[in-house]
């Protein structure tokens, strides 16, 4: 069974820094896409960036980048320059082989700081 | 270009009662998908639908059931409610099953 564990409940980052998101998956699928989403107070997700597991390059979608290390299961998100409109949670998730079921780990709160 | 669409916004539900709630894909999108979301927690998968058939369900009971209309619009249906089961609901709609587009939800309140 698929499996997302972000250990961070909570960060903070200082305006204009960067900061990492961790993530960490377990699966027996060879194939399988990572993602990353935001969810602010309204509860909508919004999507942000997607890694393909035979992907060989990190993903990038302009501030964001995901670091994708396949040996240690690990698909950490990266936010350069953050903003006061980053504050939200962060959602690590992962689909299946087949693609049709998303599982989710609990997410990690974001504050940055002006 | 409307994105998912979800109704209503909040709802307010006693004990025993049963519970519609509803989903209109993003244009163009024929497979939805539902998760419920429980406080301080990630979506849980709850089924999809496509093609009008449920093609996958995760660990929930029959008391969740759904539907999917010919148009691609979805039904979420709960019977019997517990307290449990007050959460913010998500549907998500897609084409080929890689990125899922979220709705914002309905909040569902089971008192």
């Known amino acids: 069974a698929q499996k997302i564990t972000q250990t961070q409940p909570g960060m903070f980052v200082q305006e204009k820094e960067a900061v990492t998101l961790d993530c960490t998956y377990d699966?027996?699928?060879?194939?399988?896409?990572l993602f990353w989403y935001k969810q602010p107070s309204s509860g909508e997700m919004i999507f942000l960036i997607y890694?393909?597991?035979?992907?060989?390059q990190n993903a990038t979608e302009g501030r964001y980048s995901l670091n994708f290390q396949k040996a240690r299961k690990s698909a950490n998100l990266v936010i350069s320059a953050s903003q006061l409109g980053d504050s939200a949670m962060y959602f690590c998730?992962?689909?299946?082989?087949?693609?049709?079921?998303?599982?989710f780990g609990t997410g990690t709160s974001l504050t940055v700081i002006p | 270009d409307a994105g998912v669409t979800q109704s209503p916004t909040h709802l307010i539900k006693t004990r025993g009662q049963q519970v519609t709630l509803r989903c209109s894909p993003k244009?163009?999108?024929?497979?939805v998908s539902w998760y419920q979301q429980a406080l301080g927690q990630g979506p849980q998968f709850i089924f999809q639908?496509?093609?009008?058939?449920?093609?996958q369900r995760g660990n929930f009971p029959d008391r969740f059931s759904g539907h999917q209309f010919p148009n691609y619009s979805s039904e979420l249906n709960v019977n019997a409610l517990l307290l449990g089961d007050s959460a913010l609901y998500l549907c998500?709609?897609?084409?080929?099953?890689?990125?899922?587009?979220f709705g914002p939800g309905t909040r569902l309140t089971v008192l």
């Open positions: 998500a709609s897609s084409l080929f099953a890689v990125e899922q587009f």
């Open positions: 699966t027996s699928d060879q194939s399988y896409g």
């Open positions: 890694q393909g597991s035979y992907d060989e």
């Open positions: 998730a992962m689909t299946s082989n087949t693609g049709n079921q998303f599982y």
């Open positions: 244009s163009g999108h024929d497979t």
């Open positions: 639908y496509y093609e009008e058939e449920e093609r």
